[in-house]
């Protein structure tokens, strides 16, 4: 199998109501549009999430970084190339590259991904999985951005709060990894988004949450452009810990 076929590019338009006030498409968006290309990577070459489901397993997201030169603008096409960099036993290094309407990268992406038994939630050995396969689709493509980093929030002056309801909730049965990125980037207010982009977000998910639960976010200003924040489920265990680099 040729390097090329094992890369995935999917297309896409910055839809109207995909973007923020700016015009330009929303990191959430983007977040999506990355999971779903994941998604539709895996799937066609046996791996998707349909597949596993048949033997009660699943993806989860573990780490997630992106950095971007800009966001494509709204009514713009632009496309997501996807692939995978190494397979360990326990989690599998995915990366992405943003491309303009005209081919060129403007942002990267790496993400780390657990296979996880649906009963136990506990991470499932990815090299049985088709009796280790996939580590045929392991790419060499090159991701010229660093790997998530370790994220430790040392402020504990409470930023927000929110109670997770209906729309929180994915087919997993937890919160959507997509609504922690939203959550925390309405943190920030309006005028810092006038001012500024971002320039690198990072996510590390550490535990699950569920309908209900009450999201605490802790949010430390590290330098003039960057930002830890800090997420506890019902005032106890912390579930996401985020790093946002505006420039």
């Given amino acids: 199998m040729t390097e090329e076929n094992k890369i995935g590019t999917y297309s ?3 839809e109207p109501f995909h973007v923020d006030f700016t015009g330009r498409l929303t990191m959430g968006v983007l977040g999506n549009h990355l999971l779903n290309c994941a998604g539709f990577h895996a799937t066609e070459r046996g791996f998707g999430i349909a597949t596993l489901n048949e033997s ?3 993806w989860v997201l573990s780490r997630l970084a992106i950095e971007l030169e800009e966001m494509p603008l709204q009514y713009e096409s632009f496309s997501v190339q996807t692939w995978i960099e ?3 036993r326990l989690f599998t290094d995915r990366n992405f590259a943003i491309l303009n309407k005209d081919g060129k990268p403007i942002g990267y992406a790496r993400s780390i991904w657990a296979m996880i038994s649906m009963d136990t939630r506990k991470p499932a050995d ?3 999985l088709h009796n280790g396969s996939i580590v045929d689709y392991i790419c060499q493509k090159e991701c010229p951005i660093e790997k998530p980093g370790r994220i430790k929030v040392n402020q504990k002056e409470l930023a927000g709060e929110v109670v997770t309801k209906y729309s929180d909730i994915d087919i ?3 919160v959507n990894s997509i609504r922690y990125i939203e959550h925390i980037l309405d943190l920030f207010p309006l005028e810092i988004f006038r001012e500024k982009r971002i320039r690198r977000f990072e996510m590390a998910y550490n ?3 569920y309908y209900g ?4 976010f802790y949010k430390e200003q590290v ?3 960057e930002y830890d924040i800090e997420v506890k489920k019902n005032g106890q265990e912390v579930v996401v810990r985020s790093k946002v680099i505006f420039i």
């Fill in 207 to 209: 535990a699950e949450s």
């Fill in 86 to 88: 190494n397979v360990y």
């Fill in 12 to 14: 896409f338009v910055a």
């Fill in 56 to 58: 009660n397993y699943t």
């Fill in 223 to 225: 330098s003039e452009n």
């Fill in 213 to 216: 639960d009450t999201l605490a």
């Fill in 126 to 128: 990815l090299l049985s």
């Fill in 172 to 174: 997993n049965g937890h």
